[in-house]
Protein backbone atom coordinates (compact mmCIF):
# COMPACT_ATOMS: atom_id res chain seq x y z
CA UNK A 1 0.00 0.00 0.00
CA UNK A 2 3.04 2.65 0.46
CA UNK A 3 4.29 1.89 -2.65
CA UNK A 4 0.68 2.91 -4.21
CA UNK A 5 0.44 5.94 -2.03
CA UNK A 6 4.15 6.85 -3.45
CA UNK A 7 3.27 6.24 -7.21
CA UNK A 8 -0.01 8.31 -6.58
CA UNK A 9 2.14 11.25 -4.55
CA UNK A 10 4.83 11.27 -7.55
CA UNK A 11 2.08 11.59 -10.12
CA UNK A 12 0.42 14.31 -8.01
CA UNK A 13 3.72 16.19 -8.03
CA UNK A 14 4.62 16.10 -11.92
CA UNK A 15 1.12 17.67 -12.48
CA UNK A 16 0.87 20.48 -10.28
CA UNK A 17 3.40 22.45 -11.98
CA UNK A 18 2.12 22.01 -14.73
CA UNK A 19 -1.51 22.86 -13.65
CA UNK A 20 0.09 26.57 -11.93
CA UNK A 21 1.57 27.03 -15.47
CA UNK A 22 -1.57 26.48 -17.05
CA UNK A 23 -3.57 29.62 -15.13
CA UNK A 24 -2.68 32.28 -16.81
CA UNK A 25 -5.34 34.69 -17.57
CA UNK A 26 -7.58 33.47 -20.90
CA UNK A 27 -9.52 36.50 -22.27
CA UNK A 28 -12.18 36.21 -25.33
CA UNK A 29 -12.17 39.98 -25.72
CA UNK A 30 -8.41 41.49 -26.27
CA UNK A 31 -8.19 44.84 -25.17
CA UNK A 32 -5.67 47.74 -26.41
CA UNK A 33 -4.49 47.53 -23.50
CA UNK A 34 -3.34 44.08 -23.66
CA UNK A 35 -1.81 44.29 -27.13
CA UNK A 36 0.19 47.25 -26.00
CA UNK A 37 1.09 45.60 -23.06
CA UNK A 38 2.55 42.35 -25.65
CA UNK A 39 4.11 44.88 -27.98
CA UNK A 40 5.98 46.51 -24.87
CA UNK A 41 7.05 42.82 -23.73
CA UNK A 42 8.20 42.03 -27.04
CA UNK A 43 10.43 45.15 -27.32
CA UNK A 44 8.48 46.95 -30.15
CA UNK A 45 8.38 50.32 -31.25
CA UNK A 46 5.25 51.38 -31.97
CA UNK A 47 2.55 53.91 -33.29
CA UNK A 48 -1.20 53.63 -32.61
CA UNK A 49 -3.23 55.18 -35.04
CA UNK A 50 -7.73 55.30 -35.58
CA UNK A 51 -8.96 52.88 -37.66
CA UNK A 52 -9.17 54.51 -41.20
CA UNK A 53 -12.50 54.50 -43.12
CA UNK A 54 -15.43 51.95 -42.12
CA UNK A 55 -13.00 49.39 -40.87
CA UNK A 56 -14.43 48.11 -37.45
CA UNK A 57 -10.89 47.70 -36.00
CA UNK A 58 -10.97 49.01 -32.39
CA UNK A 59 -7.14 50.67 -32.87
CA UNK A 60 -3.87 50.02 -35.43
CA UNK A 61 -0.82 49.28 -33.86
CA UNK A 62 1.55 50.09 -36.83
CA UNK A 63 5.48 49.32 -36.56
CA UNK A 64 8.25 47.85 -38.96
CA UNK A 65 9.58 44.81 -39.35
CA UNK A 66 12.34 43.31 -41.34
CA UNK A 67 12.42 46.59 -43.28
CA UNK A 68 8.46 46.33 -44.20
CA UNK A 69 5.26 48.44 -42.71
CA UNK A 70 3.25 45.93 -40.30
CA UNK A 71 -0.05 47.15 -38.84
CA UNK A 72 -1.76 44.66 -36.18
CA UNK A 73 -5.04 45.85 -36.27
CA UNK A 74 -7.42 44.87 -32.95
CA UNK A 75 -10.64 43.86 -33.64
CA UNK A 76 -11.37 42.35 -29.98
CA UNK A 77 -12.98 39.38 -31.12
CA UNK A 78 -9.88 38.85 -33.46
CA UNK A 79 -6.47 40.11 -34.18
CA UNK A 80 -5.51 40.71 -37.92
CA UNK A 81 -1.19 41.43 -38.99
CA UNK A 82 -0.32 42.39 -41.75
CA UNK A 83 2.38 43.93 -44.06
CA UNK A 84 1.54 45.17 -47.81
CA UNK A 85 4.46 46.12 -50.79
CA UNK A 86 3.18 47.34 -53.73
CA UNK A 87 4.83 45.01 -56.37
CA UNK A 88 3.62 42.49 -59.47
CA UNK A 89 4.18 38.93 -58.53
CA UNK A 90 2.21 36.19 -61.09
CA UNK A 91 -0.50 34.13 -59.61
CA UNK A 92 1.93 30.77 -59.44
CA UNK A 93 4.44 32.52 -56.91
CA UNK A 94 1.59 33.98 -54.74
CA UNK A 95 0.26 30.46 -54.99
CA UNK A 96 3.55 28.90 -54.08
CA UNK A 97 3.77 31.06 -50.70
CA UNK A 98 0.43 29.65 -49.79
CA UNK A 99 1.12 26.22 -50.37
CA UNK A 100 4.67 26.28 -48.39
CA UNK A 101 2.93 28.85 -46.01
CA UNK A 102 1.78 27.59 -42.65
CA UNK A 103 1.06 30.63 -40.50
CA UNK A 104 0.13 33.44 -43.02
CA UNK A 105 -1.20 33.96 -46.55
CA UNK A 106 -0.46 35.96 -49.02
CA UNK A 107 -3.04 38.25 -50.86
CA UNK A 108 -2.80 39.62 -54.35
CA UNK A 109 -4.55 42.80 -55.02
CA UNK A 110 -5.35 44.34 -58.39
CA UNK A 111 -6.40 47.39 -59.06
CA UNK A 112 -6.40 50.14 -61.79
CA UNK A 113 -3.20 51.58 -61.39
CA UNK A 114 -1.07 48.89 -59.13
CA UNK A 115 -0.77 45.93 -57.63
CA UNK A 116 -0.31 45.36 -54.00
CA UNK A 117 1.03 41.76 -51.95
CA UNK A 118 -0.33 41.79 -48.33
CA UNK A 119 1.04 39.13 -46.41
CA UNK A 120 -1.80 38.57 -43.51
CA UNK A 121 -2.55 36.14 -40.37
CA UNK A 122 -5.30 36.65 -38.07
CA UNK A 123 -6.08 34.85 -34.37
CA UNK A 124 -9.30 34.38 -33.23
CA UNK A 125 -9.74 35.35 -29.77
CA UNK A 126 -13.46 33.68 -29.07
CA UNK A 127 -12.28 30.61 -27.55
CA UNK A 128 -10.07 32.40 -25.74
CA UNK A 129 -6.87 33.74 -25.41
CA UNK A 130 -3.80 34.73 -23.48
CA UNK A 131 -1.08 37.41 -23.75
CA UNK A 132 1.51 34.46 -24.54
CA UNK A 133 -0.81 33.47 -27.25
CA UNK A 134 -0.76 36.97 -28.49
CA UNK A 135 2.99 37.25 -28.19
CA UNK A 136 3.14 33.84 -30.26
CA UNK A 137 0.94 35.48 -32.85
CA UNK A 138 3.13 38.41 -33.67
CA UNK A 139 6.75 36.67 -33.18
CA UNK A 140 5.82 34.15 -35.56
CA UNK A 141 4.30 37.24 -37.81
CA UNK A 142 7.77 38.27 -37.97
CA UNK A 143 9.38 35.12 -38.87
CA UNK A 144 7.04 35.20 -41.84
CA UNK A 145 7.56 38.95 -42.80
CA UNK A 146 11.47 37.98 -42.84
CA UNK A 147 10.55 34.97 -45.22
CA UNK A 148 8.47 37.55 -47.21
CA UNK A 149 10.83 40.06 -47.64
CA UNK A 150 13.24 37.78 -49.20
CA UNK A 151 10.75 36.01 -51.42
CA UNK A 152 9.35 39.15 -52.98
CA UNK A 153 13.43 40.82 -53.56
Not at 47 to 60: I, Q, R
Not at 104 to 129: F, H, M, P, W, Y
Request: glycine share 4%; net charge positive.
Amino acid sequence: MNRLHFVFAFVIALVTPHVALAQAKVSRDVSNETVEKVLQGIGLKFTKAPPKDKDAALLYFEFTRSDLPVRLKNYGKDLWIETTVDKKLRLDDVNRWNADAKFSRLVLIENKDSTTLSLEAQLDCTGGVTEAAIRQFVNRFDEETKKFAKFVK
